[in-house]
């Protein structure tokens, strides 16, 4: 674009390009515009008089009517008044945020039509917020519904209706499945499909778009489920086309190792351990996630992983998110190994050089045994000596995007001293999937459960208070402290600001302070040195500290089995999956534990929601699978963090039926139809293919 030669005098900040907008919703190309399918529909084909749509009750109805009035009120609160009049009746227009010239615009005797939800207030009939387009008397109505489609921060219905249609006149329509599939499926064809959803004619059944049951749609889920069926299965083709050294020894580290557990493993953990020792024993390259809720035990399935490795003559790294759990597992892992004569080593960012340069002489050398640390561990280049396993441990805490960059460079890592075979991999989390979304999220990896917690556990109560009954908690603070038990209170992430973060949680443990002259009170945030934040949990892991305040860094892994009571400051902020994270730091040890989720009212829906499901389960999957249906999948993967939703039509809730038909349609077409094939996931995925496999 040519410099403009005169640059307008206000122009400070050169207004985002719609491209731009477009592309953060995702929208890149014509195909993206023209997959991108309208969020609902607007009737406004009817217009109704005013007196029909006031018994219509809480529904939209369109309305043409003249302005009598128009007028700024100040009670109870600053408002745009506009009253408008038909034959049937008159209707009273409010707009609490507006601006100053639509006084002008909607002057008396200005004709208009209105959309809104009537409803019968105080002063008769009335619609808040209506939207409404000023018209000449005669102006047509459309005859078929107006999409309405899913729109990004400065991106106006019209802007996206234009782009759209454009992009409609360019696609190549042609259609990429095989004629003798749509038949056998009974599926629409993809150009009438993609033109109804997008212009749906005026008899279209209304309520089978809504539903989104309509055949139109079920062929655009249809093709989405294929794409993503597509893609899964070359991903875990490719993978099964690669190498790995085969670990096949269970030998006398594991024997020594289980051997000196001070207890057996349940019987679940026992069963994932043979899924791993299985895997591992194959050349090509292990691709696992184990589950296990908080508590479970994967720690040590983890270990006997590496213990294997080691038996075979290999080297085993783990590595955690964040410092405080690689170092928590470093000495317990430690703590097990040492002693059987299997060298551990420690890596992470902080390590003084020469730590760092003394520790990878030992990698390198093959000494160590172990590695564990960071992901610092896979950043900086390390050379190992023979590199035989992975393992990640609260997979889930990192994002999307550093998930994969994790995922390809341990591929890359080279394992051993054959630069064809990569390392065996297992990937921990915490946060359970439902195993419908399992199956088709992670469809190149295996999955393994642990469904028990070990036994011995007792569960732990949660209650939900209101923050002004603070006092009590306070006081049930202190009896748990008395009574010899450690306490974690925990405060919340603060979006908007790090500092206002560390600001509540210093308040906070300087109130506690205050109010509990007698106790112990730390302190752990973000902020603080690495040596700092361990010191701190050095000294609550010793029962030196009665009360840890904590912010979010807690969430991951950390063990304290005498601590038995958490408390957690506005719970209404957190999501259910780190509310339970959080909750599991407790209910470790004999004891019996308790959770109280201190809120501000009034709650809002969700957030009433979320604090119910925790008192009422404490079983992970369930919590999983109730974050589920109150955020939907998308946003329960973690989808919105990499800016591209994966599944934006299927609905896997309702659609597995389609999911199958997916899945068996993807084996036949890559086995024989490879054109096909690219061309499918051109389409719908466009380059996106490796967000599918985080
Ligand atoms: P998570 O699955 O949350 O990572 P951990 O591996 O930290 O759980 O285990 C939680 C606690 O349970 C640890 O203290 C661990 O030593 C203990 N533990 C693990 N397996 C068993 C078992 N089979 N019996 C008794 N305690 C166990
Ligand atoms: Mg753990």
Redesign the pocket.
């Known amino acids: 674009m040519p410099a403009p030669k005169k640059k307008p005098p206000a122009a400070a900040k050169a207004p985002v390009k719609i491209e731009d907008k477009l592309a953060r919703l995702g929208l890149r190309s014509d195909m993206d515009l023209a997959l991108h399918l309208p969020a609902r529909y607007e009737d406004e084909t009817q217009i109704l008089s005013i007196a029909e749509a006031g018994m219509r009750g809480m529904q939209m109805v369109q309305v043409e009517a003249i302005v009598t009035l128009c007028d700024i009120q100040y009670r109870p609160r600053r408002q745009l008044v506009v009253t408008v009049a038909d034959d049937s009746g008159q209707l009273v227009l409010r707009f609490l945020n507006f601006y100053g010239n639509q006084t002008k615009q909607l002057a008396a005797g200005t004709r208009v039509r209105v959309r809104g939800e009537l409803r019968h207030g105080f002063f008769g009939a009335e619609m808040v917020h209506p939207t409404y387009k000023v018209v000449l008397e005669g102006a047509p109505l459309p005859d078929a519904l107006t999409p309405v489609y899913p729109a990004g921060e400065g991106l106006s219905q019209s802007i996206l209706r234009r782009a759209i249609a454009s992009a409609l006149k360019r696609i190549d329509w042609h259609d990429t499945l095989p004629a003798a599939a749509l038949d056998t499926l009974k599926l629409t064809p993809f150009d009438s499909a993609v033109r109804l959803l997008h212009n749906p004619p005026p008899d279209v059944d209304e309520h089978a778009l809504e539903e989104r049951s309509h055949p139109a749609w079920i062929r655009m889920k249809f093709d989405e489920l294929l794409a993503q069926q597509l893609s899964l299965k070359r991903a875990q083709e490719a993978r099964r086309a690669r190498n790995a050294s085969a670990l096949p020894n269970v030998g006398s580290l594991s024997a020594a190792f289980l051997a000196q557990l001070p207890?057996?493993?349940?019987a679940a953990?026992q069963r994932v351990l043979d899924e791993i020792r299985t895997d591992l024993r194959a050349s090509f390259p292990m691709q696992r996630l184990l589950q296990?809720d908080?508590?479970?035990?994967?720690?040590?399935v983890a270990a006997l992983a590496a213990a294997q490795a080691i038996d075979s003559g290999f080297q085993a790294v783990l590595m955690a998110p964040t410092e405080i759990l690689a170092d928590q597992h470093f000495r317990k892992i430690a703590g097990w190994m040492e002693p059987l004569g299997i060298s551990v080593a420690w890596l992470t960012g902080s390590l003084k050089k020469k730590e760092k340069t003394a520790a990878t002489a030992r990698i390198e050398s093959g000494e160590a045994r172990l590695i564990i640390g960071t992901h610092a561990l896979i950043q900086d280049s390390v050379q190992f000596d023979k590199l035989g396993l992975v393992i990640v441990d609260e997979q889930h805490r990192f994002g999307v995007g550093q998930r994969l960059a994790l995922r390809n460079k341990a591929l890359d890592v080279t394992a051993a001293d054959d630069a064809q075979t990569v390392p065996h991999q297992l990937m921990m989390s915490?946060t359970p999937i439902p195993r419908t979304l399992a199956m088709t999220y992670y469809a190149d990896l295996e999955v393994s459960v642990i469904d028990e917690l070990?036994?011995g556990r007792t569960p732990v109560v949660t209650r939900a208070i209101d923050q002004i009954r603070r006092d009590e908690v306070i006081d049930r603070v202190h009896s748990a402290a008395q009574e010899g038990r450690q306490v974690y209170w925990v405060c919340p992430l603060i979006e908007e600001s790090e500092a206002l973060q560390l600001q509540t949680a210093t308040d906070t443990h300087a109130m506690l302070v205050e109010a509990l002259p007698d106790l112990r009170i730390g302190l752990v945030h973000g902020r603080l040195k690495q040596v700092e934040k361990q010191e701190v949990m050095d000294a609550f892991s010793r029962g030196e500290i009665h009360v840890l305040v904590a912010t979010t860094v807690i969430e991951v892994?950390v063990?304290v089995?005498n601590a038995s009571l958490m408390v957690i400051e506005h719970a209404e902020r957190f999501g259910l999956s780190q509310l339970h994270q959080l909750r599991?730091r407790v209910g470790?040890g004999a004891a019996a534990s308790a959770c109280l989720l201190l809120y501000q009212s009034p709650l809002g829906g969700t957030a009433k929601q979320r604090l119910m499901t925790m008192r009422e389960t404490s079983d992970g999957f369930e919590i999983a699978r109730r974050d589920l249906e109150i955020r939907g999948p998308g946003e329960f993967l973690g989808a919105r963090q990499s800016g591209e939703a994966m599944l934006r039509f299927a609905d896997l809730a309702t659609d597995q039926w389609l999911v199958e038909k997916a899945r068996n349609l993807a084996q036949t077409l890559l086995k024989s139809e490879p054109a096909i094939v690219d061309a499918h996931l051109a389409r719908w995925l466009g380059g996106r293919e490796d967000f599918l496999k985080v």
């Open positions: 207890f057996a493993l349940t953990q296990g908080v508590g479970s035990g994967k720690t040590v915490a070990p036994p892994g063990d089995p599991g470790r």
